[in-house]
């Protein structure tokens, strides 16, 4: 299966600390996305990194990405309580599928 | 900018029922559209692809006379429950290609009484 996996599944912080979610994969990429999920709602995108890049950001939102280990990582700095929600990571296929595959989640808690 | 709506968000109705849900992509055209479930505090597994005037494509262990899957224009894609029953209870969620980002619909929450 092409399904990554979060690492930790669940992160609980204080507002404005930083929050570091890992995710793995096991096939060759193009890219790789991570998606936000509020409770009970669709996915928003957050920011796509691709194969050829090692790390981008976008405003509080650094994301990293090691294909070598086949690994990416996202961090958000100076965490708010409107971060609280589940943040999912999705491979998208280097076969030219358009499908994105997604990996288990992190539900993030950010404490006010 | 680029939006996909999911309708209706909400849906509460007696087993044995049929239940369409629609997906459609605002201010951009989408050949292919994807259908996920998703069940609480778990990922979203991707049930079928739908692609624009042609057939679908289904996972595996997806059964395709229980869940058609119309795609007539390039802006719309729908989701038929047929004959659900508590089982199919679940969160339904469309998404389309707008060039590399997939952009997803609000969901839909499927209750079967």
């Not at chain 1, 796509?48 to 996202?74: A, F, P, Q």
């Not at chain 1, 929600?85 to 404490?111: D, E, K, P, W």
């Amino acid at each position: 299966s092409q399904q990554g996996e979060e690492d930790p599944q669940a992160l609980s912080i204080q507002e404005g600390e930083n929050a570091t979610m890992n995710c793995s994969y096991k096939t060759s990429i193009n890219n790789l996305q991570w998606y936000r999920q509020n409770s009970g709602r669709g996915l928003v995108h957050l920011i796509l990194i691709r194969s050829n890049e090692r790390e981008k950001h976008s405003g509080r939102l650094r994301v990293t990405l090691d294909t070598s280990k086949k690994s990416s990582s996202l961090l958000i700095t100076a965490s708010r309580a409107a971060d609280t929600a589940s943040y999912f990571c999705a491979t998208g296929s280097q076969t030219g599928a358009n499908n994105l595959f997604f990996g288990t989640g992190t539900r993030l808690t950010v404490i006010p | 900018g680029a939006v996909v709506s999911q309708h209706p968000s909400w849906v509460i109705c007696k087993s044995g029922t049929s239940v369409k849900i629609e997906c459609r992509s605002l201010d951009f055209q989408a050949t292919t559209m994807f259908w996920y479930r998703q069940f609480p505090k778990q990922s979203l597994m991707l049930m079928a692809t739908s692609n624009e005037g042609s057939k679908a494509t289904y996972e595996q262990g997806v059964e395709k006379d229980k869940f058609l899957i119309n795609h007539a224009s390039l802006t719309l894609s729908t989701l038929t429950v047929t004959s659900a029953h508590p089982e199919d209870s679940s969160f339904y969620i469309c998404s389309a290609r707008d060039r590399v980002v997939v952009r997803f619909g609000d969901g839909t929450r499927l209750s079967i009484l």
